[in-house]
């Protein structure tokens, strides 16, 4: 039981989907190729691409709804390249720790961790161990008043499932991110209350011991 809920808990907020099945031979040898954008769009991309290159650390609160229905919420923390950390709210102290090419899952009610591949996860092509724009693959963009989105593929496997980013033009900054797994099966992630920062301390994204 305790292992089913931690594997819906991170399933809803970074979609991993060979956690319960795995693509057919067929699928794993799909090709994303990029769509094509207008010189306009093209600009706004590039603004995308450049923020998350040159982005140093931020930390805030966020919203998630995942693909039930259920909202839940807690405390997040960003440092480029390949580190992140989600502490839910409630008295469980469930935390999401991402390092090392690696997401932990702690529920300290039960004494229990779960590891798993970050690079097998859509947020893996963004803070992986494999991280450049040369793997991924661009399926949709789109722009709405102040707000512009794309969704983003691995570009050799993209039926794992996809992420899109949602971005404000001005402030130019990161919004969320809505995560499909290859059920369909959709999460929303939304980022609030954003503060810039340079650094955190060197212990705060450390894993626990497996």
Sequence with gaps: MFVKQKIFRLSFLLSVPFLFSEPSALMAEEVCKNIALEQAQKDEFSKMQFWLDHLEAEKGSFSQIDQNGKNTTGSFALQRPDKMRFDY??????????????LAYTDPSVGQVTFIPMDKTPLGLLFGKTYGWSGICLQKFTEANNLAEATLAQANNPSQGNITLKFSKDPFQLLGWRVEDMQGGITEISLEKIKAMKHFSKNYFQLPTE
Excluded: L, V
């Design 89 to 102: 709210d409630g008295k469980t102290g469930i935390h999401i720790i991402g390092n090392e090419g690696k």
